[in-house]
């Protein structure tokens, strides 16, 4: 399996634009993570999906935030209108029903907003 | 609300030397502590630990859980520049929630 797979793997906008972030979990898996990591936050969970469905988005910091999952092997975040201080490095991660414990994570996506 | 707290944030040593890094945690219904490792991109899975007293280990890296003080170790020995990573510690409670991370320990391995 080629594990989790994220686009873009850099991303540079201007604020105020529409970002969106892609990923595709490992085959098998349903359970699906977006983080967030900056260094002065660390590792942030933003919202987790369960088969497909949200199970708890009280990470994502506000209503620009939305994440969507249509199908087992393709998640989006989207992010509207960008500001500077969304500019972190963003992670989805997947597991199974019988190991939620050990995630693997993608590449990461780093988000530059200017 | 689950806290997961790791020390120190930063450390340097020298290739050779012996590192100890801490995680203490204060979770509901505690479950699971986990260790992972990142390097220049994303997190790796180094160990799972759920009960206390067992040591796990993997080459020069080792760890073990003290559920009554709720804490973890991750030992290190004869550290190599490879290991300079960024080491972080998560939590996680019972029934299907995510992990809680702590904010990580960056540890530079010099030559």
């Known amino acids: 399996d080629a594990g989790v797979i994220q686009s873009p793997r850099h991303e540079v906008t201007e604020m105020g634009q529409e970002v969106t972030l892609r990923c595709k979990p490992i085959s098998g898996h349903d359970y699906l993570f977006w983080y967030r990591q900056t260094m002065m936050r660390g590792l942030e969970l933003l919202i987790y999906?369960?088969?497909?469905?949200?199970?708890?988005d009280s990470g994502m910091p506000e209503d620009r935030f939305s994440a969507k999952m249509p199908n087992a092997s393709f998640s989006t975040l989207k992010i509207q209108p960008s500001e500077p201080r969304d500019s972190a490095v963003y992670f989805c991660a997947s597991s199974w029903q019988g190991g939620i414990e050990t995630q693997y994570f993608g590449p990461g996506t780093r988000l530059l907003v200017l | 609300e689950d806290k997961v707290v790791q020390s120190p944030l930063s450390l340097v040593v020298h290739e050779g030397d012996t590192v100890t890094l801490n995680c203490s945690y204060e979770v509901t219904n505690f479950r699971s502590l986990l260790w992972y490792k990142q390097e220049k991109k994303a997190p790796t899975f180094l160990f799972m630990l759920?009960?206390?007293?067992i040591e796990k280990k993997s080459g020069r890296l080792s760890s073990i859980l003290d559920k009554k003080e709720l804490f973890s170790i991750l030992n290190i020995t004869a550290t190599q520049t490879g290991d300079s990573a960024i080491y972080l510690c998560?939590?996680?409670?019972?029934?299907?929630?995510?992990?809680?991370f702590g904010k990580g320990t960056r540890l530079s391995v010099i030559a």
């Open positions: 759920t009960s206390s007293g």
């Open positions: 998560a939590s996680r409670n019972s029934g299907n929630t995510p992990l809680v």
């Open positions: 999906f369960n088969n497909n469905v949200p199970i708890d």
